[in-house]
């Protein structure tokens, strides 16, 4: 038996770990910006993130298509794989420091 997601699964463990490392080193107060609306927002935070994860994913031969940088779909076909980011997953949440955000 092939396991085939070996490879991916090992690039998105260390893009998640860099991006918690991130987290964990610059949480503090959390300057934000509205989207499109009030529940809409980006931080830096989410930003830093992003470009993070990205920067590991570039190992991969796959596109990624993030939530909070411009360009995020370049070069996805809507064949095959693509990684799909969202750097902090709940953040007005985390914003309000309730704990329900990934």
Not at 6 to 18: F, H, M, R, Y
Not at 45 to 61: G, P, W, Y
Request: glycine residues 10%.
């Amino acid at each position: 038996m092939t396991i085939r997601w070996i490879p991916e699964s090992k690039l998105a463990l260390k893009a998640v770990s860099a991006g918690a490392e991130i987290l964990d080193r610059e949480f503090k107060e959390i300057p934000f910006k509205k989207k499109e609306s009030s529940g809409d927002i980006v931080t830096g935070l989410d930003i830093a993130i992003e470009e993070k994860i990205r920067a590991i994913l570039k190992e991969s031969k796959y596109p990624v298509v993030g939530e909070e940088l411009k360009n995020s779909g370049a070069g996805f076909t809507g064949k095959g794989g693509v990684w799909v980011v969202d750097p902090i997953d709940g953040t007005s949440n985390f914003v309000s420091s309730l704990p329900f955000y990934a």
